[in-house]
């Protein structure tokens, strides 16, 4: 019989847990055998001794098996998926899953709440009234043979142990390790079963990975347990030292990703976006030519295809769009503006301290099964590079009543100020591509 407490005792005197051990606990931590407390004991007795690359494998595996393994029969369409590994103003799911259904691809994912100090694609989602993200199997599959496009959340039908280790390593500290993260984005990757996957690997100091070289391990290694599993995988490392985009905070995302869908947004979320929609649509076989690819990824953009298809998607999980855009959360919230004290270029903006403040603010989680607050975030009126003077706006903050002058202050020393222009810093950092066998279905 599985005994959980030998198997945290292993591994914080390091030893390396069976395949079977492994499997038991994660059983265990969907049939309850395994308590709560005990799950976030073993996650930090991971964060300290690790595991190697055989036990993240099984334990993926295993958490794809907790639940449904979809397969996929769509008559001439393929099936991709996408990923990220969380960041600051992180939006760029919204952008990407509609964008490559409007390119003929079909797009079953399964996303994640805010992590950490990162923001989580399904809170950003639950900003619009109405929507839906715990979507079953069979509604699921409904919607993406009809749709082409759904993005929903782990649930007891499909990853659940991942539910269950997600939420409480979000609250215990535990979010930072490179086998943990690459478990819980490969499981849910797995189950979904798309044979061709995105992976973005967020590096610097508003990502789990603040070092170039734990970002590629960790890019490497969730790319070898798809690649063993029959999923090609293309895994970019990408900057995250600075926000995504102009806007932090759940509706605040939502809104500017609606603006990219409708040809327009910040340069970094478009490009990024594309990229990787390029990339799938070349992995998948439908566009092998990189030209190709880019120019459909930029069509489907630029015609209004995708957002045709995130309408398509939000009404589906019965979100109203249109009240979201009359009335979005953060209208609702109280406005204070943020100036520079100094004159100069802004150098920076520190990804970290800006969703540390967006989380304190309530946007995040710090304690499991917290509501967010999503009418909260930043959005930043100054871009890096820019030239300001004493005085100017660097950004809008939309807080709750009260601590307008503090979150202030905190937004305005995120901003690096210096007397020189920052020079332009590339947005993809590094790549990893491995073939799948093909048998993923
Ligand atoms: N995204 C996930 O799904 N899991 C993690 O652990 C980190 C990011």
């Not at 950004?395 to 222009?421: C, N, R, Y």
């Amino acid at each position: 019989m599985f005994d959980p407490v030998a198997f945290i005792a292993a591994k914080k005197s390091g030893a390396q847990h069976s395949a079977d051990q492994i499997e038991s606990f994660v059983e265990g931590l969907v049939s309850g055998a395994v308590a709560d407390y005990q799950a976030a004991a073993w996650a930090m007795a991971v964060c300290i001794k690790g595991l190697d690359r055989d036990e993240t494998a099984v334990l993926a595996n295993a958490i794809a098996a907790s639940g449904a393994r979809l397969s996929w029969a769509l008559p001439g369409v393929r099936v991709v998926d996408k990923h990220s590994t969380g960041g600051v103003g992180d939006k760029i799911s919204l952008v990407v899953v509609p964008l490559a259904a409007a390119c003929g691809l079909a797009v079953p994912k399964l996303s994640g709440r805010g992590l950490g100090i990162t923001g989580g694609t399904l809170d950003k989602l639950e900003s619009i009234p109405g929507l839906r993200v715990g979507l079953g199997e069979a509604e699921l599959r409904e919607q993406v043979a009809e749709h082409g496009l759904a993005i929903a959340a782990q649930s007891e039908a499909i990853a659940p142990a991942d539910g269950v280790l997600y939420a409480l390593r979000d609250v215990t500290a535990t979010i930072d390790s490179i086998p943990l993260i690459a478990a819980s984005v490969m499981g849910k990757k797995l189950a979904c079963g798309a044979p061709t996957l995105a992976l973005d690997v967020k590096c610097g100091r508003g990502a789990f990975m603040a070092e170039y070289d734990d970002a590629f391990a960790l890019a490497e290694l969730m790319a070898d347990i798809g690649s063993a599993a029959g999923v090609t995988v293309r895994a970019y490392v990408s900057s995250m030292d600075h926000p995504l985009g102009f806007a932090v905070g759940n509706s605040l995302e939502v809104a500017e990703a609606l603006e990219v869908l409708s040809g327009e947004g910040p340069a970094d979320v478009v490009e990024l976006a594309l990229t990787i929609v390029a990339g799938l649509l070349r992995d998948s076989g439908a566009r092998p030519a990189p030209r190709a690819a880019r120019e459909a990824a930029g069509r489907a953009l630029a015609t209004g295809a995708a957002r045709e298809k995130f309408a398509a998607m939000i009404e589906s999980q019965g979100g109203d769009l249109a009240k979201f855009q009359s009335d979005p959360p953060h209208s609702r919230r109280q406005r204070v503006e943020v100036r520079s004290a100094a004159e100069g270029f802004v150098a920076g903006i520190d990804a970290r301290a800006i969703g540390e403040v967006v989380r304190s603010l309530g946007g995040g989680r710090l304690q499991k099964d917290e509501s967010v607050d999503h009418g909260v975030g930043i959005r930043f009126r100054a871009a890096r590079g820019e030239r300001i003077a004493a005085g100017d706006l660097l950004a809008e903050a939309f807080v709750p009543e009260s601590g307008g002058q503090t979150v202030a202050d905190s937004v305005a020393a995120a901003f690096d100020i210096g007397p020189q222009p920052a020079l332009p810093k590339p947005l993809i950092l590094g790549q990893v591509l491995r073939a799948g066998s093909g048998t993923a279905s």
